[in-house]
Nanobody, 127 residues
Framework: QVQLVQSGGGLVQPGDSLRLSCTFSGRALRDYHMGWFRQAPGKEREFVGTFTRSGSGGRQYYGDSVKGRFTISRDNAKNTAYLQMNSLQAEDTAVYYC??????????????????WGQGTQVTVSS
């Protein structure tokens, strides 16, 4: 059974850091891009970033709103990926999702190109 299980999240104050984890089971993570998306109430799902599989360069791509603050890493041996979020702001409040894809690089920012999804985890940034 293919499954993505997320952990982490919670309530933090502006300026704090938080790390989310996403563990993939049933398939080898090394064969997939690992992406992160988020969705705030009343808004569309937003691309946070992707760490592509090694066969596609093994590079990281980020959305403009998180670039320089968020970092995606992956440990293929553990079949786990991470989203490190620094300098969190109120605007980062959302449900965060991890997802896997095998799409061409031109499609990595489109959520419809992702196959497997985590259950989502709430991140709330508030003083």
């Amino acid at each position: 059974q293919v499954q993505l299980v997320q952990s982490g999240g919670g309530l933090v104050q502006p300026g704090d850091s938080l790390r989310l984890s996403c563990t993939f089971s049933g398939r080898a993570l090394r064969d997939y891009h690992m992406g992160w998306f988020r969705q705030a109430p009343g808004k569309e799902r937003e691309f946070v970033g992707t760490f592509t599989r090694s066969g596609s360069g093994g590079r990281q791509y980020y959305g403009d709103s998180v670039k320089g603050r968020f970092t995606i890493s992956r440990d293929n041996a553990k079949n786990t990926a991470y989203l490190q979020m620094n300098s969190l702001q109120a605007e980062d409040t959302a449900v965060y999702y991890c997802a896997t894809s095998q799409t061409a690089l031109s499609g990595i920012r489109d959520a419809s190109n992702y196959i497997h999804w985590g259950q989502g985890t709430q991140v709330t940034v508030s003083s």
